[in-house]
């Protein structure tokens, strides 16, 4: 059964730069899209980006559009998120999400997603 797993989060200063990796394992990955969402405590799971694995199309919340880039490297199974200009209002635990496609409701709607890692922490200090 396949697997995600994040990996990249860390502590950094406001304006730094992070990239995410979220790779998958255990078997055959052809996912329709995967997406990035983050959950900072107490509030609501967040879309942050997402792509079409055969990369046609990317979307991205308005939150972090400009900083954000999604991008994946289909040889490796993994997906990415380089992350620029952060801020402390980016300070959450971020998880990489792969939907099959046999319930699509939306790049950005959480129950696209069939299949969730358990999340990397960024912390951003001002």
């Known amino acids: 059964q396949v697997q995600l797993r994040e990996s990249g989060g860390g502590l950094v200063q406001a304006g730094a730069s992070l990239r995410l990796s979220c790779a998958a394992s255990?078997?055959?990955?052809?996912?329709?899209?995967m997406a990035w969402f983050r959950q900072a405590p107490g509030k609501e799971r967040e879309f942050v980006a997402a792509?079409?694995?055969?990369?046609?199309?990317?979307w991205y919340s308005d939150s972090v559009k400009g900083r954000f880039t999604i991008s994946r490297d289909n040889a490796k199974n993994t997906v990415y998120l380089e992350m620029n200009s952060l801020k402390p209002e980016d300070t959450a635990v971020y998880l990489c999400a792969a939907a099959y496609g046999s319930t699509w409701y939306g790049a950005t709607v959480p129950v696209s997603y069939g299949k969730w890692g358990q999340g990397t922490q960024v912390t951003v200090s001002s």
């Open positions: 255990g078997g055959t990955f052809s996912p329709y899209a």
């Open positions: 792509m079409t694995w055969g990369g046609g199309r990317t």
